[in-house]
């Protein structure tokens, strides 16, 4: 997960393959607030997820070493994305 920009990938498992259904890039611009691009990100997501229709979701976790800043922002978008699945 990402503030600026949140990767995702759909795919679909039958008969012992995998087949891609779609994938992207959920993108906010650096200038509005932080409320802005939360709703932003909740939004598309939320388009996504009822594209697609997911028995599962995998969301990543997250690894910080020391920009404590920047892990706060990204904790909060993951939040946003938690919800919305």
Avoid: C, M, W
Avoid at 3 to 31: C, D, K, M, N, W
Avoid at 40 to 53: G, M, T
Wanted: a negative charge; charged letters at 20%.
């Amino acid at each position: 997960p990402g503030f600026a920009i949140v990767g995702y990938g759909a795919v679909e498992y039958q008969s012992g393959r995998f087949r891609t259904l779609g994938y992207g890039a959920i993108t906010t611009p650096a200038h509005i607030e932080t409320h802005k691009r939360l709703a932003a990100i909740y939004d598309e997501l939320s388009q996504i997820l009822a594209k697609y229709r997911p028995d599962d979701v995998a969301i990543e976790e997250l690894f910080f070493n020391s920009n404590h800043k920047t892990a706060i922002a990204v904790a909060e978008a993951r939040g946003v994305i938690l919800l919305a699945a």
